[in-house]
């Protein structure tokens, strides 16, 4: 109870009951299914449509990034999805770069720009969307708004 005339604190919305038992039955099936894969695929497979895959993966992967740009430049609230998903996207783009590289220059490569430029972006694109998190939760105490174009009031 807040005292008269102060606002009372937003709460978060609860989340549904459901939710929790849906994403844990779903992850435990995912045990097996993966397990099964492991054992089943075979070690070498072509792909008819490779280009299109990667060239697509890369491009979703940019708008995401550009996303993230523009997310920062208007202080929007939406960083934090743009770039948790632009993070993932890029640990992605690393794993399998290396594992569907060939062996020698090509993985070394692979490896190389995983190291030395996907990782360390996912990581600042992580650490963007935890500090968005703690600047609007400061600015919501201070009764300001993350979202206002320009400098906070």
Do not use: K, N
């Not at 070394?108 to 609007?136: G, H, K, M, N, Y």
């Amino acid at each position: 109870m807040s005292a008269p005339g102060e606002a009372e604190a937003p709460t978060a919305p609860a989340i549904p009951r459901w939710v929790a038992p849906l994403f844990a039955l779903v992850g435990a099936a995912l045990i097996p299914w993966t397990l099964w894969l492991a054992y089943e695929l075979p070690g070498r497979h072509v792909a008819h449509h490779w280009d299109v895959a990667w060239a697509g993966f890369d491009a979703a992967m940019a708008v995401l990034l550009l996303a993230t740009a523009v997310a920062a430049l208007r202080r929007s609230p939406w960083i934090q999805l743009t770039a948790v998903a632009a993070a993932t996207m890029l640990a992605c783009d690393a794993w399998f770069d290396i594992l569907t590289a060939s062996r020698g220059v090509e993985q070394a490569l692979a490896a190389a720009t995983a190291l030395l430029v996907e990782l360390p972006l996912a990581l600042i694109c992580l650490w963007v969307a935890r500090d968005a998190e703690r600047a609007q939760a400061y600015f919501a105490s201070a009764g300001r708004s993350l979202t206002r174009r320009g400098r906070p009031r």
